[in-house]
């Protein structure tokens, strides 16, 4: 079998990539190797991507209007959201029709596994089973990794796993949840947060650590503490990218979303970077450019990035810091600040400068 573009994963990161690029007119195939999955996720993106990103939100969701964020010690911020609102999502919904999107625009749906790649001149070959067991090669010009945090792509081109963090979570009825809130703390969270999101019939609720072992006893802790009892018995852990700065080419390869660590520090949204970055990827490659990915995506993200990372590395070690922050962030041009790079995903320079203007004085 031959293509142009073969994208590897159907997730958000992978199905963007293959809309765009299929959109083009070029042949696309989209593998993917469980399209009736669904990946543990919170599934919060804020409105203003659906513009962004030009998806039209015709998927089963809840609009959130506020944030609720708890410090260790039990202090309480509520922050209405002005212009915009968090979006909650199943993740088996919003994947199937971004990928559903994709294969409108002309793109091929494949349920399989890749094994192997092999780089050869001027082409990729990818060794792939089918899930009716059949199994083939692709040939294509330029394949796009988009295979999540365990991303095989990646070990097939010799890098390093991503570094991640562990979740745990679940589902709780509790249909009526108005606000997504935040909780913070080492009882419940190391270097982490414990979240409750209101999403489309349940509460997602979860949280995340360093090491998988405690992993289930902060979750019983935090679902103590919040006074929540778990839908049914299912717990469901999966890793969530650290981001550190990689490759995001080589060759004719595109790492793209948590395959390439793409997930904001400190907030840890992925959902709206991971379709980001395969938009500025399908750019790159619509002009035969593929390391102007790359470019692309320092200048709009990189400082950001790193300085989320920067945030998380000083402040979400110990309890006293996160208090710390927290009094910071109770001031309101803290949050106004926020707002403008989290919910208004505000790009300027001045809208980045101005929020570490904000923290500069803590940072030293
Ligand atoms: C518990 C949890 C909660 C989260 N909550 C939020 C949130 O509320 N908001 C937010 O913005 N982000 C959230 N995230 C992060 C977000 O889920 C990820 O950043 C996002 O899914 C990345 O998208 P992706 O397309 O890069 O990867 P993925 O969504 O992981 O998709 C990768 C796809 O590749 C497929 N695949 C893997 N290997 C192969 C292979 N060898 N062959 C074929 N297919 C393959 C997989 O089946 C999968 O469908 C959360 C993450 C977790 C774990």
């Known amino acids: 079998m031959q293509c142009y573009y073969l994208v590897v994963g159907g997730g958000p990161a992978g199905a963007t990539v293959a809309r765009i690029l299929a959109r083009e007119g070029r042949e696309v195939v989209l593998l993917e190797r469980d399209l009736k999955g669904s990946k543990p996720c919170g599934g919060g993106i804020p409105s203003t991507a659906f513009t962004e990103l030009e998806i039209p939100l015709q998927i089963p969701h809840r609009q959130v209007q506020s944030l609720r964020i708890v410090s260790p010690s039990g202090r309480n911020l509520r922050i209405d959201l002005e212009g ?18 994709s294969t409108r625009e002309g793109a091929e749906v494949l349920e399989g596994t890749l094994l192997d790649l092999e780089r050869g001149k001027g082409e ?76 489309v019939g349940f509460l997602s609720v979860g949280t995340g650590t360093m090491t998988p072992r405690e992993a289930g ?58 379709m980001t970055s395969a938009v500025l990827a399908a750019e790159a490659l619509i002009k035969e450019r593929p390391s102007l990915y790359t470019r692309l995506w320092r200048k709009r993200f990189y400082s950001r990035f790193r300085f989320m990372g920067l945030l998380a590395e000083r402040f979400l070690k110990r309890d006293s810091s996160i208090e710390r922050l927290f009094d910071i962030f109770q001031r309101p041009p803290v949050q106004k600040a926020s707002m403008r790079l989290w919910l208004h995903k505000d790009h300027t320079r001045g809208a980045l400068l101005s929020y570490i203007n904000l923290f500069r004085k803590m940072l030293i």
């Not at 915009?84 to 999107?101: A, C, F, M, N, Q």
């Not at 979740?167 to 913070?184: K, L, M, Y």
């Open 84 to 101: 915009g609102s968090l979006i909650t999502v199943r993740r088996e919904d919003l994947d199937r029709y971004l990928r559903e999107l």
């Open 124 to 199: 990729v070959t990818s060794t792939v089973i089918l899930n009716n067991g059949r199994r083939i090669n692709i040939k294509s010009r330029y394949l796009i990794g988009a295979d999540g945090v365990n991303s095989r792509v990646r070990r097939l081109l010799g890098l390093g796993p991503v570094r991640s963090v562990y979740t745990i979570s679940t589902r709780v009825a509790h249909p009526d949840g108005e606000s997504c809130e935040f909780w913070f703390g080492n009882h419940h969270a190391r270097r982490f947060y414990s979240w409750v999101f209101p999403s």
């Open 217 to 274: 006893l902060l979750l019983k802790r935090f679902l103590q503490k919040r006074g929540l009892h778990p839908l049914n018995a299912l717990k469901r852990g999966y890793r969530i990218p650290i981001w550190q700065e990689g490759p995001l080419v080589v060759d004719r390869i595109l790492l793209v979303g948590d395959a390439a660590g793409q997930v904001m520090p400190f907030t840890y949204e992925g959902l709206y970077y991971a």
